[in-house]
């Protein structure tokens, strides 16, 4: 059993930066994939960065290109995205989660077995 907690949400001015981080306790197998995902108000969840643990392969949405970092710490068993240049659209809540069998796309919401609680992210303009 993995649990995930998130945490470094807030409120950001347009064009500034935020960290996000989720630590993963439990197990973290070499196979697994972890995620960032977002859920806007009145939106559906969609998909924004991920990262294997095994070889470090990242995946990132097209509209947080350039602009975020996902990395995970092995050691740490942390996964963290790193959030620059935000913009009122990146306003969410957003979710860690764990995919212990990777053989989907990296996008795929029904993958993924272990979700963090969520936390808001709120870009002004």
């Known amino acids: 059993q993995v649990q995930l907690v998130e945490s470094g949400g807030g409120l950001v001015q347009s064009g500034g930066s935020l960290s996000l981080s989720c630590v993963a306790s439990?197990?973290?197998?070499?196979?697994?994939?972890m995620a960032w995902f977002r859920q806007a108000p009145g939106k559906e969840r969609e998909f924004v960065a991920s990262v294997t643990w095994r070889n470090n392969k990242k995946e990132y949405t097209d509209s947080v290109k350039g602009r975020f970092t996902i990395f995970r710490d092995a050691a740490e068993n942390t996964v963290t995205l790193e959030m620059n240049s935000l913009k009122p659209e990146d306003t969410a809540v957003y979710y860690c989660a764990a995919d212990a069998f990777p053989d989907s796309k990296p996008e795929a919401i029904s993958a993924y077995e272990y979700w963090g609680q969520g936390t808001q992210v709120t870009v002004s303009s």
């Open positions: 439990g197990v973290i197998y070499s196979s697994y994939r």
